[in-house]
């Protein structure tokens, strides 16, 4: 790195977005056991350790049955083909959330019907979900956007009067409970990634469905083997998307943290709520105690979000965008003829959030400073402005 006497003393070290498990040598201990014993017994596709994060999954969820896939979106992907959606059908999908949501519909055959978001929690409510229903409307995919519960009950009683089915994409909100349940168990299914930044996450990619619908269980294990059982027997046509053993193992060391980890989040984002200047920012709407939010992303919302985050990167402070461009105006949803203008919401956030650095073993010491980075980009542009006026 830097030669002695070649850094200014008074840089303070760099602010990462998201933790490392490398960081902590007593969980890299245990994380590297847990892939040893896996590779020692050759188990890297299915098989026992999969079934065993598949129990503990389920059990930490409160739900019948959990199903190991390889993504998150692959979790979406085969839970909507084993419900049986495909051409011809219209999934209602908020436009602002990771591609991955609307993706996974596209690949079905049916048509994601994007919809705008409520400008306080960024989630889609039954009202939005009823404004859009149309007679195709097969099924609905509420994001737990950030780790903040959507209101899932008013969409699955909309839905549940049209025979159509609910899917929560829980990718970002492993553990947060809504109504005294966990996310992932309020409707028919929940998906889950595990990719590595995600609050449970993998060594690499791997995902899962949670649900108590014991068939809809069964489709969705077959359809990530290529449709086959018993052996040399292929029902239907599937694909590649199982859980490895190895991120199984992983997970399953990292799932007996989660409530902790998820606690700490909780914390570090109380706070960021406590010290950042209201007056210069929106902050993220409290959570009530039946919504709950786990916090995967603390965002906030600035009017000159992109110079407040140069000023916080100059500081070595990193921070993200969560999303910069709604998914209707993403090139490969140009087919949807959704112009500018069309969800209006979504489209206004998507040009003033930031998502600022949070983790579980960030101290109040790191919070207090980026929440002063945040105030001086304030008070500069405040001065900036009244010489301007002068
Ligand atoms: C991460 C994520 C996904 C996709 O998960 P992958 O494991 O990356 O395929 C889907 N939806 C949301 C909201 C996500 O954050």
């Known amino acids: 790195m830097t030669g002695v006497g070649t850094a200014p003393a008074r ?6 977005f998201a933790a490392m498990d490398g960081r902590d040598p007593r969980l890299m201990r245990e994380l590297m056991a847990a892939v040893e014993s896996v590779a020692s017994r050759a188990a890297f596709t299915l098989g026992d350790e ?53 993706e996974a519909v596209a690949l079905t055959g049916a048509k994601p019907r994007l919809v ?10 039954g009202e939005i979900v009823g404004g859009a229903w149309s007679s195709r409307t097969r099924a609905v995919i509420p994001v737990h956007l950030y780790g903040r ?12 009067s049209h025979g159509a089915a609910v899917i929560e994409d829980a990718c970002q909100a492993h553990g947060a409970m809504y109504r005294g349940r966990r996310v992932g168990t309020i409707a028919d299914a929940g998906c889950f990634s595990f990719y590595p930044a995600k609050n449970l996450g993998a060594w690499g990619d791997a995902g899962a469905v949670v649900t108590s619908d014991r068939g809809l269980a069964e489709r969705v294990a077959l359809l990530r083997s290529h449709g086959e059982g018993p052996r040399h027997r292929h029902s239907v046509c599937g694909t590649t998307a199982r859980m490895d053993g190895i991120q199984a193992a992983i997970l399953r060391v990292k799932l007996a943290r989660l409530d902790v980890s998820n606690e700490r989040r909780r914390r570090v984002a109380a706070e960021y709520a ?64 959704m112009p500018e203008g069309s969800l209006p919401t979504a489209e206004r956030l998507a040009g003033r959030i930031l998502s600022l650095p949070l983790h579980p073993s960030m101290t109040a010491e790191t919070v ?23």
């Not at 100059?314 to 461009?325: C, D, K, L, S, W």
């Open 116 to 125: 705008d978001v409520d400008p306080e929690t960024h989630t889609i409510t």
């Open 149 to 160: 519960t959507a209101d899932v009950a008013p969409i699955v009683e909309l839905a549940r």
């Open 11 to 16: 840089v303070a070290a760099p602010i990462p």
């Open 274 to 337: 406590a010290v950042l200047n209201e007056q210069l920012l929106t902050l993220p709407a409290p959570a009530a105690p039946d919504h709950d939010h786990v916090f995967h992303l603390f965002v906030i919302e600035a009017d000159q979000r992109d110079r407040l985050r140069h000023h916080l990167e100059e500081q070595g402070i990193a921070t993200g965008v969560h999303y910069p461009r709604p998914i209707h105006r993403q090139e490969a949803f140009a087919y949807l003829r």
């Open 50 to 102: 999969v079934d065993g994060f598949e129990r503990d999954f389920a059990l930490y969820c409160g739900a019948d049955h959990a199903v190991g896939v390889s993504s998150g979106t692959d979790a979406l992907l085969l839970c909507l083909r084993a419900l049986g959606v495909g051409r011809g059908d219209e999934v209602i999908v908020p436009a602002n959330s990771f591609v991955a949501t609307a």
């Open 368 to 390: 207090a400073r980026v929440a002063r980075a945040v105030t001086e980009s304030g008070r500069e542009r405040a001065s900036s402005t009244a010489l301007g006026a002068a």
